[in-house]
């Protein structure tokens, strides 16, 4: 199609354009001289008006040159603009002039197919770059905007000058009148010369309808990437086209419509072009993230503001959001200069300030979500310097602008399944509407690897703090008395998983979980003391299965988590250790636990929590080692497996409008008499263990108020089958850790001693039934409590033996720290010894036995007997004495070792006196002492003989003692120099430093 041009240039008010036309001819000569005619009949004409570049793309955020200096910004000026116009069937002649040419009401629009909305939706449009002949408006830059067919252009053919000073030529969009009959009608303003506004009657601008643009082609598909950033970027100017002109989405799920830009004010002239337009879409989740509102408004080319919007939602809560990039020319002033460049700035608006959840929308019916009825973000906006997510589909953290290394804390407020609100502050992410399947894991696990990386200054950015608030993790077992599954909290950390099913309502994909929390258990503090915090995930029997299914008998709600783990360790289950002090009633039963769980029935469990809520319990995995009876049995070998509620120590704290009272009660029952819990033995009927404990804490910080209670019943201790004590009780009971009342009641057996010390049993008569209750002597100190008492005895016969000044004693220590309990029974002691006589001959002695319920800690014994003859002859008198001994003594120094650390001391001694005195003048006395003592631990045996001689006269006195001592030693002892190092080893070693000779 030929054609040909004109240029047309008026200085008074800068009317520069150019037009083409073409299959038009300009004829010169005859009728229609100075007129455009058609060339080929039948065949289509343009006359298409040729604009200079409309719009100059600035670099945003430019950066000063220096004190005092100008800003500079790079930019770059878009392509030339067009107008195309058709020339209509019938009309083959037009006045080649400018006024005619400027008139182009008579004139089609020639407009890319993409342009008008197809008439079938089976014949969709390409996009494609704009023809020769159709029009192409470059504004802003590289974006080509086209009106549609009901679009006009107004301006003046003449010069317009007001007060002396003349407009600068331009032309507007506006929407097209038409007539009855479709066609243009006249042009009041305008003469019938044709002068005035050309279209100024036939151009509405006032109403919207019409006046209306779509984006046809960006030119970024044609050309390489600007080479400084450009508002709007690459990527939205191509969202811009398919929002508004891609015909094709019609054919999608969605059958998405694209939807025109609104104007407000087009214009075009020789200095640049006036845009102020606006593009609001519903974005269909085929096309992916990106922006869903465009807005720009320029004048004479240069931008002054720019709004793109791009919906999405805050992760991991998922309301509502949008992120606004504006970039808007604000004036600075400095250093004597001025400068307007662009600023941009971005934003995170909240669209949706409330956000409930429905159960239905979790993968484990909201169990995972505490915060299930509902999330409110009271930030309604942020100022923002966005840190994208690696693979995340365009997610990115909310970091602040003014720091970008620290995110934006918005203030939340969540309502657990009680209704109780909870305040914190968190750091969110931003996630795109239409975010990729594939993409939303990776921003699941960078916010939950945002803790971890040592690396990351934002590693806390998922950690909120709610500064000990109380929070329900699940729903309480007795909904009119909340408060076992409600745990004083110090942080929460979410996360998110993938919501159940679609969508519903171009929802967030994803639904907020629960990751982990730090907490405090508010049961184990009272009753164990001090602070004990712990980290703690939902239970995956409670996800899976609910706190009441018969997949979860033991109702768990939660789990421990482990503490920090170095790098590529394999994860363990988080353990809390705690020991119950004797003084909040463990002084009998100590039932320590290693915490694993928590039980909304049951309060903190240990154990293997996936046999819990299957029903089976395990003393040996529920309870640690440290857990005993009297110190010394193990409760793991006591307790029974069966599975019942009173198996498990129930630590439970609730808190009512005056106080917050806890409890601790246990009645576990036993096993049957077996050799894993000697040195205990059930009487007939079972052993029977119980302990309640009740602490209240008034809120009015008056002092708390405690009781506790411990029993151990119907029991038999057995020491290694020497001694054997049967009891019907034996209880320990405290009141505001007040002085405790221990008691102990004997079963009628009493006391029995077994062989090799069964000749005792002469004695069980005088060993009171009732034992320790209200005993004569109670002790308490810090380290536990002593019942015992002393009764002094009748002569007794036992075989030859005859005793006199027998004393029996005996006490129980029930210890209250990491001790055990320990019995001591005596006959006599060291400094008050009984007195014995055989067959004419005296002595005295003492014996001394304490037993653990681990085995013997001290035996110790003594027996001395002799003679004595004296002769007095009136001039002088004298004696002779002769005394034997036996001295044992046997202790316990430590259990930890293998083999016991122990240590035996036996010693046999003779001791021969003899006196004489004469006249009360002279006296002389000799001594012989003799002993013999062997020792293990080292071994060892050392003999000792001592002859002691003094003479007295009445003016002198001498003494003169003579002792002999030989220890004979094995073991224990470091060798000698001479034990290790040969004789010729050290002939080389010495010769090694001697000189030559």
Not at 515 to 536: D, T
């Amino acid at each position: 199609m030929s054609s040909f041009s004109w240029s047309v240039l008026r200085s008074v008010d800068l009317l520069a354009v150019r037009f083409e036309f073409f299959n038009l001819a300009l004829v010169e000569e005859g009728p229609d001289a100075g007129r455009l005619v058609r060339e080929q009949a039948g065949e289509e004409a343009f006359v298409v008006v040729h604009f200079p570049p409309q719009h100059t793309a600035e670099q945003p955020d430019p950066q000063a040159q220096g004190a005092g200096s100008t800003v500079l910004a790079r930019g770059f000026v878009s392509g030339p603009s067009r107008l195309a116009f058709r020339v209509p069937p019938g009309t083959d002649r037009l006045p080649f002039t400018l006024e005619a040419l400027l008139d182009w009401s008579s004139l089609e629009a020639s407009l890319v197919p993409a342009a008008e909305p197809p008439a079938d939706p089976a014949q969709v449009p390409p996009l494609r770059s704009p023809e020769a002949t159709e029009t192409a408006i470059e504004l802003p830059y590289r974006l080509l905007l086209s009106p549609n067919a009901g679009g006009g252009w107004a301006h003046s053919v003449g010069p317009v000058t007001h007060g002396g000073l003349t407009e600068l030529w331009h032309t507007r969009l506006g929407a097209g009148r038409t007539g009855t009959d479709g066609t243009a009608p006249p042009d009041p303003d305008r003469d019938p010369a044709g002068h005035g506004p050309a279209g100024g009657g036939r151009v509405d601008e006032e109403r919207a309808a019409g006046r209306e643009v779509r984006a046809v082609y960006s030119l970024d598909r044609d050309l390489p990437p600007p080479a400084v950033p450009t508002a709007p970027t690459p990527q939205q100017r191509d969202d811009i086209v398919r929002l508004s002109a891609d015909f094709s989405l019609l054919r999608t799920e969605e059958q998405y419509l694209p939807e025109p830009v609104g104007v407000d004010r087009l214009m075009l002239s020789s200095r640049g072009g006036w845009l102020r337009a606006r593009g609001d879409w519903d974005r269909p989740a085929s096309l992916g993230p990106g922006l869903s509102e465009w807005r720009h408004v320029a004048t004479q080319g240069r931008d002054h503001f720019v709004q793109v919007t791009e919906k999405g939602f805050l992760f991991p809560f998922g309301h509502r959001a949008v992120h606004i990039t504006i970039t808007e020319r604000v004036v600075e002033e400095g250093g004597g200069t001025r400068a307007a460049p662009l600023r941009t700035s971005e934003f995170v608006v909240v669209r949706e300030p409330v956000k409930t959840y429905a159960s239905g929308e979790f993968p484990h019916g909201g169990r995972e979500m505490p915060f299930l009825r509902g999330v409110r973000v009271l930030t309604p906006s942020a100022l923002t310097k966005p840190a994208p997510i690696a693979d995340g589909g365009g997610s990115f953290w909310i970091m602040r602008k003014d720091a970008e290394t620290a995110p934006v804390l918005f203030h939340v407020a969540g309502t657990d399944v009680t209704g109780r609100e909870t305040d914190f502050s968190v750091a969110l992410a931003f996630v795109p509407e239409g975010i990729p399947p594939q993409a939303l894991p990776k921003v699941a696990e960078a916010y939950e690897k945002a803790d971890s990386d040592p690396q990351d200054p934002g590693r806390s950015r998922r950690r909120a703090s709610v500064a000990g608030a109380d929070v329900a993790f699940a729903p309480p077992a007795d909904p009119a008395a909340p408060g076992d599954t409600t745990l004083i909290t110090q942080a929460l950390a979410f996360g998110a998983s993938a919501a159940a099913g679609a969508p519903a309502d171009g929802g967030p994909p994803f639904r907020p979980v629960l990751g982990e929390a730090e907490v405090r258990l508010p049961a184990v503090e009272q009753i164990v003391g001090g602070s004990h915090p712990a980290r703690i995930a939902l239970a995956d029997a409670f996800l899976n299965a609910g706190p009441e299914a018969a997949a979860n008998r033991a109702q768990l709600f939660a789990e421990l988590l482990p503490g920090a783990l170095p790098p590529g360790a394999q994860p363990v289950p988080g353990v809390l250790d705690v020991a119950v002090p004797a003084e909040r009633g463990a002084a009998l039963a100590r039932p320590d636990l290693a915490v694993r769980g928590l039980s909304r029935t049951l309060g903190p469990v240990g154990g293997d929590l996936s046999q819990l809520a299957e029903g089976v319990f395990d003393p040996r995995k529920f309870f640690p080692g440290s857990a005993k009876v009297l110190g010394a049995v193990r409760l793991s070998d006591l307790v029974s497996a069966e599975f019942a509620p009173d198996q498990f120590p129930r630590m439970i704290s609730r808190a009512t409008p005056t106080s917050v009272v806890t409890t601790l009660d246990w009645e576990p029952g036993t096993g049957a008499d077996r050799p894993a819990i000697l040195p205990l033995r059930p009487r007939p009927g079972g052993i029977s263990l119980s302990l309640h404990t009740r602490t209240e804490r008034p809120l009015d910080g008056s002092p708390p108020r405690s009781t506790v209670t411990t029993d151990l019943r119907n029991f038999t201790f057995d020491f290694l089958g020497v001694l054997e004590v049967h009891f019907n009780a034996l209880s320990f009971r405290s009141e505001n850790d007040g002085k405790p009342d221990v008691s102990a009641e004997l079963a009628s057996e009493g006391v029995v001693f077994k062989p090799p010390l069964s000749f005792l049993n002469t004695l069980r008569r005088f060993i009171p039934t009732d034992g320790f209750s209200d005993p004569p002597a109670l002790e308490v100190g810090p380290t536990g409590a002593t019942v015992g008492y002393s009764l002094a005895l009748p002569p007794v016969e036992a075989g030859v033996f005859a005793l006199k000044n027998v004393k029996l004693g005996a006490s129980l220590h029930l210890p209250f720290t990491d001790g055990r309990a320990s019995l001591r029974f005596n006959f006599s002691e060291r400094h008050d010894e009984f007195l014995l006589s055989v067959q004419g001959i005296g002595g005295g002695g003492f014996f001394t036995v304490a037993l653990g319920l681990d085995g013997i800690e001290t035996i110790e014994a003594a027996l001395e007997f002799g003679a004595s003859v004296s002769l007095n002859l009136g001039v002088a008198s004298g004696s002779v004495s002769v005394m034997a001994g036996v001295y044992f003594r046997h202790r316990v120094l430590d259990r930890t070792p293998v083999p016991v650390l122990e240590k035996t001391e036996l010693t046999g001694y003779l001791r021969i006196n003899g006196e004489v005195e004469v006249l009360g003048l002279v006296s002389v006395s000799i001594e012989l002492f003799m002993g013999l003592t062997y020792e293990t631990g080292p071994e060892r045996i050392e003999g000792v003989a001592t002859l002691t001689v003094k003479i007295d006269l009445t003016l002198f006195s001498k003494s003169v003692e003579l002792t002999v001592r030989r220890t004979f030693a094995r073991g224990g002892d470091d060798p000698a120099f001479g034990d290790v190092v040969a004789e010729e080893d050290w002939a080389a070693y010495a010769d090694a430093f001697a000189g030559p000779v």
